[in-house]
């Protein structure tokens, strides 16, 4: 799991002002690391998975996702933005902090059900949460995302 997230993919310092621009965020950035060829299709992917189900959760964190043929390789992006978003959550509070799944639709099995339920389970625990909305060292929160995402597997 640990080639999925990296100092690339985390960006603490994110200053979008809504949902939309959030995702196109993740997407642009998708495409830079050459994760999609299409920034604009891997958008819709967004868009289309939080019209089914609002992937917002609880204590300002959202986990959006996309398990689409868009996708060449499976990554975890993590955003702090600077501003509340709205956002459909469990406790209708904002979000500021960002887990983003982006994985390839032919991967293994249920890999994206795998991420998405380690990630879910590491937010209930105060320390993951206190720890990811506050950490200033992208290598040190590398590190302790995915201990904490592969402690779940």
Not at 28 to 35: M, N
Not at 49 to 68: N, V, W
Request: hydrophobic fraction near 40%; charged fraction near 35%; aromatic fraction near 8%.
């Amino acid at each position: 799991m640990n080639n999925m997230l990296n100092e690339q993919t985390i960006f603490l310092d994110v200053d979008e002002v809504d949902k939309d621009s959030i995702l196109k965020f993740i997407c642009k950035k998708a495409k830079a690391l050459a994760v999609t060829d299409d920034e604009d299709v891997l958008y819709q992917d967004f868009l289309d998975r939080e019209e089914e189900f609002s992937t917002g959760l609880q204590d300002g964190f959202a986990i959006p996702h996309a398990r689409t043929k868009n996708v060449k390789k499976a990554t975890v992006m993590f955003l702090r933005n600077k501003r509340d978003i709205d956002w459909v959550t469990m406790d209708d509070q904002p979000v500021k902090y960002i887990f983003a799944l982006l994985v390839p639709e032919e991967s293994a099995g249920n890999l994206h059900l795998k991420m998405i339920s380690s990630l879910a389970t590491a937010l209930l625990e105060d320390d993951f949460k206190e720890t990811v909305k506050s950490s200033e060292d992208k290598t040190e929160l590398m590190n302790y995302i995915l201990k904490n995402m592969e402690e779940e597997n």
